[in-house]
């Protein structure tokens, strides 16, 4: 059995509808990466998405699929917002990849109209990249965000061929105007953060939830290890119905979740009091309650909650956040929470 496949708006690109995100990739070895992305291939997955920002995600990607190029489409983005140094960037994804194009070039994250104005005014990215399509190194234009609002106006300027945005099963937003509005200009739509940045009590669930909705052409779920290739790829290769079951789970997620959850995106980071964001507002609901207590979880949690205290509110995170989450409230709620936790671990040893 093969992949259900969905054609990528008006791009006419025919993609899997499972793809393969490449941020993981990042935190394995170079040879475990390889193998992963590889894997991927095998099982008939031809939609890999990276960026610049990735780190080494390119390369690796690149390396593992030089020898199948033309059986594989490439998407990558650059965060830059003018001409010349998006154009940097681009050959410098090109080189990464060992290719001559890239089938859909994204501008990533361009959550505010101030970055919008940027890209599309004189000398802004937006005219290299139609230079670079018009040489033939560029397919299709693309672009990335948070803020499904602001996608949707730009959307409306009839542009952009591709979208990407972050949808699941407690973000919804996309849902009421921006996917809609993409499926009826036929823009293409990739959806990024299908398990909620591993908040969810069930990745199966999450995929099958995405993967069931008819406005979504390509979900790209992050994987770096050949059991989570294989598992996301058999989701995807059975029925998407959801059970009695799945939405009574979801439901329950919902209550105990809310829409103020960490998705661990990082964008927070670099705190200036060096502050590990992600890991306070996440170790409790997340970490200790898969994982339990194991050997250094108490040393790395007592050493979180010392940075903690020494949060000076600057907003700097908060601004930052995608999801606009009121960190400097939740931060010291969660550190609270996590310091009687630890004080009871200790005190029961």
Not at 45 to 71: M, Q
Not at 272 to 284: D, S
Not at 293 to 309: H, Y
Request: charged fraction near 30%; include cysteine.
């Amino acid at each position: 059995m093969e992949l259900r496949e969905r054609t990528l708006g008006r791009t006419g690109l025919k993609v899997k509808v499972l793809g393969f995100g490449g941020i993981p990739i990042q935190r394995i070895s170079e040879g475990e990466a390889v193998k992963v992305v590889r894997r991927c291939h095998e099982l008939g997955i031809n939609y890999y998405d990276t960026a610049r920002a990735y780190t080494s995600s390119e390369e690796r990607i690149g390396k593992a699929l030089e020898d199948v190029r033309d059986e594989v489409l490439l998407a990558t983005k650059s965060g830059r917002r003018g001409a010349d140094e998006v154009l940097e960037e681009l050959e410098v994804s090109l080189w990464n990849l060992r290719t001559d194009w890239i089938d859909v070039y994204q501008l990533h994250n361009v959550s505010s109209y101030e970055a919008w104005d940027q890209i599309k005014g004189p000398g802004g990215a937006l005219e290299a990249l139609y230079e670079a399509r018009d040489e033939g190194k560029i397919g299709h234009l693309g672009i990335t965000s948070h803020d499904p609002a602001v996608l949707a106006d730009i959307v409306r300027e009839d542009i952009f061929e591709t979208v990407m945005i972050p949808y699941n099963y407690l973000t919804l937003k996309p849902e009421e105007e921006l996917l809609p509005l993409c499926m009826e200009g036929n823009v293409g739509t990739v959806i990024m953060k299908p398990f909620g940045g591993g908040a969810f009590s069930n990745a199966n669930t999450a995929l099958r939830f995405v993967l069931s909705r008819d406005f979504v052409d390509v979900t790209i779920p992050g994987m770096m290890t050949t059991a989570e290739v294989e598992e996301n790829f058999n989701v995807a290769l059975a029925s998407h119905r959801l059970s009695r079951e799945e939405l009574e789970l979801i439901e329950r997620d919902r209550a105990e979740l809310g829409d103020q959850f960490c998705r661990a995106c990082n964008y927070c980071q670099p705190c200036p009091q060096e502050i590990p964001i992600t890991f306070v507002l996440r170790a409790e609901s997340q970490f200790l309650k898969r994982m339990g207590w194991r050997p250094g979880t108490e040393e790395r949690i007592s050493e979180a909650l010392e940075k903690a205290d020494t949060c000076i509110e600057c907003g700097e995170c908060e601004a930052r956040c995608p999801y606009h989450l009121p960190i400097r409230q939740l931060l010291p709620e969660r550190a609270a929470s996590l310091a009687d936790l630890l004080e009871a671990r200790l005190s029961n040893q």
